[in-house]
Each structure stands twice: as structure tokens, then as C-alpha cells.
């Protein structure tokens, strides 16, 4: 992506971005996390410094290779240039692809140089205490049976904060919820199966934001009609995570469309383009409704408007009918006040006491008319 492009989706705030974290805010080692995956069945969780040290914790025997959807996974929970220096020379990747890999930012998109495909996706966390959607991003290298997961930002793809120590990593990962035993069909398949599997954890991530930014705009909805003046400032900020999801989303959208047109190129099992299918069918309900949610956004700042100009129509007429009021005695005095000899009135004993009746029938008469009037 361009530098422009860039700028025109990323908002330019910190929360957006999924920079890796820096050894010098965070001072901690470098951990690899690997394991092998034989005929469907997780194998031992190992830890590695290296990339090398990854590959070597799992030679594949002969019984290994043959079977049935053998992988090998190795996570990076936490990326240094010095590690992805060595990834790209272990597999000699292309100088394109590796710039890709020291560069986060990225939109959701999918490439392949030579025999290494290359995914990039987003995953999505809504922040109810701040009202912010918080986006992770994640890159995805597969070569023959092994598979990297490089993490971008600061949480897993299912938005589980990355542990700060190399035991809570351990756990999240030996966790018999996150280790993939119910995925027995799935696991078969090969590398590509669990790129597709990560692909439909981040996508379903972002119903939850969704149902949050909903209730968000629930409430949005009754700040409007009790009169809040805030309101307005409220409904931009979530119209802007509203418009970030829906980026997100529609690259999203199109990464599974680029896998879909791949998959008779490259011959993709009918069971792997059925998964893909599943997730193509999310997408397409996220998209249609980030899209009315955006939509509703629009129609409560019209609504929002019109209250607005409402209550300052009716404190128009409010101020315009004191204005009236106070007139009316500033008349009645300016004619009394102009200091001409023949004004029989001023010689009369009673012309002081007539005009301050006058100036005070005159106010009581039009606020009589006023208020039938509901200015006042």
C-alpha cells in the first residue's frame, strides 16, 4: 500500500496501529512458540529464541511426512528485526516480501512469491470504556508444510492480550480451548486450513464490535432526544469506528475473494473452498451491517441537526419576545424624552403615572399575545 492509501484509511492515531512492541519499552526476551501437527492432533508446545531452533524442534520422519495433514506452526507473539532478518534468510524470501514483513500498517490482503504465500490480516477490539474499536494486525507466511504467525500488535487474533512472560503464552497456547482438538477435519487439510481458520476467528471478531458500536448507538439515540448538546461530537467519533470497521471489513472481503480465485489455480480441496465459503457468508453479513449501522449514524446526525435548529428556532422566538417587550416601554419613553415645548402631556398631572401605565400595559399585552402564541 502506498504512503497515500495509507493515510486515506489508517486513521493517524496510535490506537489504530499495530506497531511491534520495542525491546527498549518493553524489556523482555524474544520467544518462538512451536508445534507439530500429526494426523489432526496437536503435538508437544516447544519454545525456541531462533527461527532455526523452531524449524529444528520438529524434524518430520517418514511416517510424519506421509501423513494426513502434517504442519508445523511456529507463533511470534512478539516480532524484532533481528528475527525477521533471519526468517527472510532462512527461507530466502523475495526483497518485496520481506519489506512487507518489517512494515505493519498494512491492509488485509494476500500475495504469493514463488513457493511462500503471504497473508496479512486484521483483527478487531472494541474498547467499551473508550468507545474505540482497537485493530490488530497479523502476518501469515506458509512454505510446503510450515506455517508463521507473526504478530503485529498486542494481542492474539481472538483479542486475548498477549501474556508479558513466556509461561502465560504457554498456557494460552496448551489451553484446551485454543488447541485446536475440535478442529480434527479442519487440522487435516494442511497449513492452508489453519490460515482459513485463522482467517474466520478474526472475521467473526468483529460482531462483537459490532454489537458493542450498536449500543453504543443506542445510547447515542437517547443522548439526542434528551438534548444533550455532546451528542454531535458522539456521533462523529463513532461514525469514524464505524467507517474504520467497515475498511477493515471490505479488505478483509477481498483477501477471500483473491484465495477464492487462487483455489482451481492451485488446486484447493472442495472441503478447504466449503470453509472458505463459510467465511465469505460472514463477511458479507458483517459488511451489510457495518453498513446499516453506518447508514443509521446518518440518519440520527439529520435528526440530531433538526432538534437543534428546533431548540434554537424556539429560543429565537423566546429572545424576540422580550425584545418586543422591552421595546414597548423604550418606545413610549423616547416619545415622552424628545423635549419639545408643545407636548400637552408633560404639564399634566397625571402624564407621569399614564405613561408608566402605558409601558407597562403595552409589556403585558404582548406577553398575553405571546403566550398564545407559545413564543414565550
Not at 482497537?134 to 502476518?139: D, K, L, T
Request: a negative charge; aromatic letters at 8%; proline letters at 5%.
Amino acid at each position: 500500500m502506498s504512503p497515500e492509501d495509507r493515510h486515506r484509511f489508517d486513521r493517524p492515531s496510535l490506537r489504530k496501529r499495530a506497531f511491534p512492541v520495542s525491546k527498549e519499552t518493553v524489556p523482555r526476551a524474544t520467544a518462538l512458540f512451536s508445534r507439530r501437527i500429526v494426523s489432526s492432533e496437536p503435538q508437544e508446545l516447544h519454545t525456541a529464541h531462533t527461527f532455526s531452533d523452531a524449524l529444528a524442534a520438529h524434524p518430520a520422519d517418514s511416517s510424519e511426512s506421509e501423513a494426513k495433514g502434517s504442519t508445523t506452526q511456529v507463533i511470534i507473539p512478539r516480532s524484532t528485526p533481528e528475527l525477521l532478518a533471519e526468517l527472510a534468510s532462512v527461507w530466502d524470501l523475495h526483497p518485496v516480501l520481506v519489506d512487507d514483513l518489517f512494515h505493519a500498517n498494512q491492509r488485509a490482503k494476500v500475495e504469493r512469491y514463488d513457493d511462500v504465500l503471504f497473508v496479512v490480516l486484521k483483527s478487531a477490539v472494541y474498547i467499551d470504556a473508550k468507545e474505540e474499536v482497537e485493530f490488530n494486525e497479523f502476518h501469515l507466511l506458509m512454505k510446503d508444510d510450515v506455517l508463521v504467525i507473526i504478530c503485529q500488535g498486542d494481542r492474539f487474533i481472538d483479542g486475548t492480550p498477549i501474556p508479558p512472560d513466556t509461561v502465560g503464552i504457554q498456557d494460552y497456547f496448551t489451553n484446551e480451548k485454543r488447541s485446536w482438538t475440535k478442529d480434527r477435519e479442519l487440522l487435516a487439510l494442511g497449513p492452508e486450513a489453519l490460515i482459513y481458520r485463522l482467517l474466520d476467528t478474526a472475521v467473526d471478531g468483529y460482531f462483537p464490535v459490532l454489537d458493542g458500536l450498536q449500543d453504543d448507538k443506542d445510547g447515542i439515540e437517547r443522548q439526542v432526544f434528551s438534548g444533550d448538546t455532546a451528542a454531535a461530537e458522539r456521533i462523529y467519533l463513532l461514525s469514524q469506528e464505524v467507517i474504520d470497521v467497515l475498511h477493515n471489513s471490505t479488505h478483509l472481503n477481498r483477501l477471500t475473494q483473491a484465495l477464492g480465485n487462487g483455489a482451481a489455480k492451485y488446486a484447493t480441496p472442495d472441503d478447504l473452498r466449503a470453509y472458505l465459503d463459510d467465511v465469505t457468508d460472514h463477511l458479507t453479513r458483517l459488511l451489510a451491517e457495518a453498513g446499516e449501522l453506518r447508514e443509521s449514524l446518518s440518519q440520527i446526525l439529520n435528526v440530531n441537526s433538526t432538534l437543534v435548529a428546533q431548540r434554537q428556532n424556539e429560543d429565537m422566538k423566546k429572545i424576540s419576545g422580550w425584545a418586543a417587550i422591552l421595546f414597548a416601554p423604550t418606545l413610549v419613553g423616547a416619545i415622552y424624552g424628545m423635549n419639545f415645548d408643545d407636548m400637552p402631556e408633560l404639564h399634566w398631572a397625571f402624564g407621569y403615572p399614564m405613561a408608566l401605565g402605558l409601558m407597562l400595559g403595552l409589556g403585558v399585552v404582548l406577553y398575553i399575545v405571546f403566550r398564545v402564541k407559545k413564543w414565550m
